[in-house]
């Protein structure tokens, strides 16, 4: 055979296997309580709404929705996320705003391939989203990672590093924000910032990517408007780039995402997914149109509001029952995750055998961090594993956090 | 907004929208009988068996099917298939030798970017597939041209390209063939030809990406074997990457594709894969792994075959009925086009907005061919347009080719 390390492209030797997915591999034995996955609880899946939908909508609208569609996305769902957006988010667009995508992994990938040229600099949050990471990783982007607290990405060092990059002339092409309910650390971005986000967008000519895969699953609390509603009110840059996914508030076996953006990036990322893929699966949108039109999007999401708050509950509650003094964990108001910071020398990392030895997994933090920082965190998933399981996973846990920061392992 | 001419990356750049499309708009009214597009005839789509199978998988294996898979693909359809490869095709392959992909463009797109850096050279058919074109310009390939005859690639003609690219020490990546009733030309490469691309997949130690999207639409004649076959059979190179997908045997709504390939080139793609869009919908790699497992398959594509060979026969009689000498045209046994030659002087490019006031379209030629040339060939598609159409369609053709060829125009 052909030498595959000569031969592979510059793209493929940068993208790397998520570490995520080596360590669940590590995890796949039955006693092993997990807060490592980031999966949606499957036993609340609108099943019969999906299994009815799906059958009508082959047998309504088959010649549209078994056949090749529009690159672009299918009216139909455009026209019931337009309603969306205005009824939840007052954002005012049209069809030309919108691009429907196979999924939010696959938006980020199509953001990724239009602006990104090998080693463009990208503004992160420490931490951000592997699956962001890899993806731009693979583009060519090299990373400038911005310090987060409890409200979210710090404002003043975003625009140092802003300045210090327009300074050296660098083709900065957008900054990575994961605004609500962040994966991994479930913080959400305070109101304040976001505006002052969408004035540094304006004063460095800079894009946002606004990605925004859990901003629905809120169990309290309000939500802070959209960054892309607030540009709307206020600067009008045009310049912020939202990716919303059906993943999390439905079902992520249908692969559906949307892009809400300028309609000159919308022409853009379309050419590009003609190449890529042609289009998304017809039939998988039209299941998602109906999913809002039918008014099955509040009554599942309430469904899925009240299952995960208790979960979070749960953990919240063992973590504070269990923990030594010293750890440290944020307390999200919706999303899948929470994050947990040990004492500063504590290592999450080193700590990973020893807690699957306990039979508990989670995901180690400096794996989200773009400069290999946060060593001492590590993202606890809630959604997946149920109250009793969490109770007990998270006194495992501590069991470990224990013995490492007091037997000194 | 930000300069998006300034900001854009080469990738996006290098991505221009399809000329067809462009074309596509110009005929869009009803009035105009369309053999330009390339789209299954929806009227013989399998409704029932797609509706209830999908209602089906979803109450029986919901917890799956809603839920993120993996991103090789689900064991179920892999199995299948395996079945599948074994008694059409006499191919013998494991589940570590398939990739599930979301349609075959997404393939060509991963192969594309595994190993294709800028200004490598990739050896394509003249003419060839325009959507793999188009996703391999955009990795930054250059291509080389080989020409065609009626039995495929001329081998003669790609062996000097070969020797030429490595004398040169040049970085080609891969030969990209459509073997099987080829798009746009309708031909299939003759057996004793493949029996030769794989000595010179062996010779150049070069890989041959087999890109047979309607191998399975064959309403007469016997298939040559595929590449990847005689490959396992003789020299065992391990070189051949075939493409499979259920757009045309089932419905390209469905977005469900399958690479096979040696396991170290599955597992790279893999990991591509996880970067672009994580997984590939399950509920739709149920539905096609329904599609084998019940028998439909046999079934349906029995059905398709007679109509699609109904109307290429009609196709075949009103251009012997109606074109003037000096024009020639492809007679394939399966597929979805025929390809027609007007004589060398008259241009189908220039042609098209006559033909357009005829209320007739095609795809002009030359948009297939890397190199610019065919400008006196044409693309008709049979599989869309009534039989009733086809013979009114064909006829206004042959008045346009009149005109062009005895008035000049």
Same mark, same amino acid.
């Given at each position: 055979?052909?030498?595959?390390?000569?031969?592979?492209?510059?793209?493929?030797?940068?993208?790397?296997?998520?570490?995520?997915?080596?360590?669940?591999?590590?995890?796949?034995?039955?006693?092993?309580?997990?807060?490592?996955?980031?999966?949606?609880?499957?036993?609340?899946?609108?099943?019969?709404?999906?299994?009815?939908?799906?059958k009508q909508v082959i047998l309504k609208k088959g010649e549209t929705a078994l056949q090749y569609g529009p690159t672009e996305g299918l009216a139909d769902l455009k026209q019931e996320f337009l309603k969306f957006l205005?009824?939840?988010?007052?954002?005012?667009?049209?069809?030309?705003?919108?691009?429907i995508t196979s999924a939010s992994q696959q938006a980020l990938d199509m953001v990724g391939r239009l602006f990104i040229d090998a080693g463009d600099p990208i503004i992160v949050e420490l931490p951000s989203y592997i699956?962001?990471?890899?993806?731009?990783?693979?583009?060519?982007?090299?990373?400038?990672?911005?310090?987060?607290?409890?409200?979210?990405?710090?404002?003043?060092?975003?625009?140092?590093?802003?300045?210090?990059?327009?300074?050296?002339?660098?083709?900065?092409?957008?900054?990575?924000?994961?605004?609500?309910?962040?994966?991994?650390?479930?913080?959400?971005?305070?109101?304040?910032?976001?505006?002052?986000?969408?004035?540094?967008?304006?004063?460095?000519?800079?894009?946002?990517?606004?990605?925004?895969?859990?901003?629905?699953?809120?169990?309290?609390?309000?939500?802070?408007?959209?960054?892309?509603?607030?540009?709307?009110?206020?600067?009008?840059?045009?310049?912020?780039?939202?990716?919303?996914?059906?993943?999390?508030?439905? /079902?992520?076996? @249908?692969?559906? *995402?949307?892009?809400?953006? !300028?309609?000159?990036? %919308?022409? =853009?990322?379309?050419?590009? #997914?003609?190449?890529?893929?042609?289009?998304?699966?017809?039939?998988?949108?039209?299941?998602? /149109?109906?999913? @809002?039109?039918? *008014?099955?999007?509040?009554? !599942?999401?309430?469904? %899925?509001? =009240?299952?995960?708050?208790? #979960?979070?509950?749960?953990?919240?509650?063992?973590?504070?029952?269990?923990?030594?003094?010293?750890?440290?964990?944020?307390?999200?108001?919706?999303?899948?995750?929470?994050?947990?910071?040990?004492?500063?020398?504590?290592?999450?990392?080193?700590?990973?055998?020893?807690?699957?030895?306990?039979?508990?997994?989670?995901?180690?933090?400096?794996?989200?961090?773009?400069?290999?920082?946060?060593?001492?965190?590590?993202?606890?998933?809630?959604?997946?594993?149920?109250?009793?399981?969490?109770?007990?996973?998270?006194?495992?846990?501590?069991?470990a956090v224990k013995k490492r920061m007091f037997q000194k392992v």
């Open positions: 055979m052909i030498d595959l390390v000569k031969n592979s492209s510059t793209v493929s030797r940068r993208t790397k296997a998520s570490v995520i997915r080596e360590l669940l591999k590590l995890t796949a034995k039955p006693e092993i309580i997990s807060f490592a996955g980031g999966l949606p609880d499957p036993k609340i899946f609108p099943y019969e709404f999906a299994a009815e939908t799906a205005d009824k939840y988010e007052g954002i005012n667009a049209g069809p030309e705003n919108l691009l699956g962001g990471l890899q993806v731009f990783k693979s583009c060519g982007a090299d990373f400038i990672g911005v310090k987060m607290d409890d409200e979210g990405v710090i404002i003043k060092e975003l625009e140092q590093k802003l300045e210090l990059l327009k300074n050296q002339e660098e083709h900065y092409k957008f900054v990575y924000l994961v605004p609500d309910f962040q994966n991994p650390s479930g913080v959400t971005l305070s109101e304040k910032r976001r505006h002052k986000i969408v004035e540094l967008s304006e004063k460095y000519n800079v894009l946002i990517v606004e990605d925004s895969p859990y901003r629905q699953i809120r169990f309290q609390g309000k939500s802070p408007k959209m960054i892309y509603k607030i540009d709307q009110d206020t600067l009008k840059t045009s310049n912020i780039v939202s990716i919303f996914t059906f993943s999390k508030t439905f /079902a992520p076996g @249908l692969r559906i *995402g949307i892009i809400l953006a !300028h309609e000159n990036i %919308i022409r =853009k990322l379309a050419m590009l #997914k003609q190449a890529l893929d042609l289009c998304t699966s017809s039939l998988n949108q039209f299941i998602a /149109a109906e999913f @809002l039109k039918t *008014g099955e999007f509040e009554r !599942h999401t309430d469904r %899925i509001n =009240k299952v995960y708050k208790s #979960k979070k509950d749960a953990m919240l509650t063992s973590l504070q029952e269990n923990m030594p003094e010293g750890v440290t964990w944020t307390k999200p108001e919706g999303g899948l995750f929470l994050w947990v910071r040990l004492p500063e020398h504590v290592s999450a990392d080193d700590m990973f055998p020893e807690a699957v030895q306990e039979n508990v997994a989670y995901v180690i933090g400096s794996a989200f961090h773009c400069d290999g920082s946060g060593k001492n965190t590590m993202r606890l998933n809630f959604s997946y594993a149920t109250v009793e399981q969490i109770g007990e996973g998270v006194k495992r846990l501590a069991t």
